[in-house]
């Protein structure tokens, strides 16, 4: 049995944002699949949705199925673990880059890091993410740990051939550094990309064809 969530949106940080669940938008007059999910979180308040809940109302205005996005290993399990059981859903699995720095120090980077690509195998996985860099929360100490875990996860997507889902976070010339060394998979989607004055055109350069991963 799954657990209908693994966290709360704002666990320890003291965060006082309204948590409550809009009202349904129109439905859409052409059905779409949203690339980048966390349902493993518990938003809502008191009443908070599963992913039963929230795929059901997604299908209601439109959106036929959903990418299942990981950010550390035990959430990366249960979005292959939801992907394995329920056809609207496919599964990205990573380490988030604001994982790696505090990984390394315990020492458990390469055994997560391993976990990962274990996942990448399973075929409702359909990419690997959210994976990048993210100097916003993380100063000079934790940034050799990141590009570390990125590079790493450049090579899962790529050995497995998956997509590769980027977080971007103040860290636009240094991600760029990093796909021009060792090369971005075929499929690259940057799903959180700010900071840097970087064009658009030098990030196409560097990942190719920026497009969501096919259902």
Not at 122 to 133: H, N
Request: proline content about 6%; hydrophobic content about 35%; charged content about 25%.
């Amino acid at each position: 049995m799954t657990d209908a969530h693994l966290r709360s949106r704002g666990d320890g940080d003291g965060s006082k944002r309204d948590l409550t669940y809009p009202p349904l938008p129109e439905a859409l007059v052409v059905p779409v699949y949203d690339n980048h999910t966390h349902m493993e979180i518990a938003d809502g308040g008191d009443g908070a949705l599963d992913y039963r809940e929230h795929l059901g109302r997604a299908s209601s205005v439109g959106v036929r199925g959903v990418v299942q996005v990981g950010t550390d290993l035990a959430t990366s399990e249960w979005s292959a673990a939801i992907a394995a059981r329920e056809p609207r859903v496919l599964a990205a699995v990573a380490l988030h880059p604001n994982e790696a720095p505090s990984l390394q120090e315990q020492g458990l980077l390469d055994e997560h890091l391993a976990g990962i690509e274990r996942l990448a195998a399973l075929p409702r996985v359909r990419a690997i993410g959210e994976t990048g860099l993210d100097f916003f929360r993380t100063g000079e100490d934790g940034r050799d740990a990141q590009v570390r875990s990125f590079e790493e996860h450049i090579r899962i997507a790529k050995e497995h051939d998956l997509a590769l889902t980027i977080h971007d976070r103040d860290a636009h010339d240094a991600c760029r550094g990093v796909l021009d060394r060792v090369g971005a998979p075929e499929k690259t989607v940057f799903h959180c990309s700010r900071g840097a004055p970087t064009s658009p055109g030098s990030v196409r350069s560097a990942a190719g064809t920026c497009r969501s991963p096919a259902p």
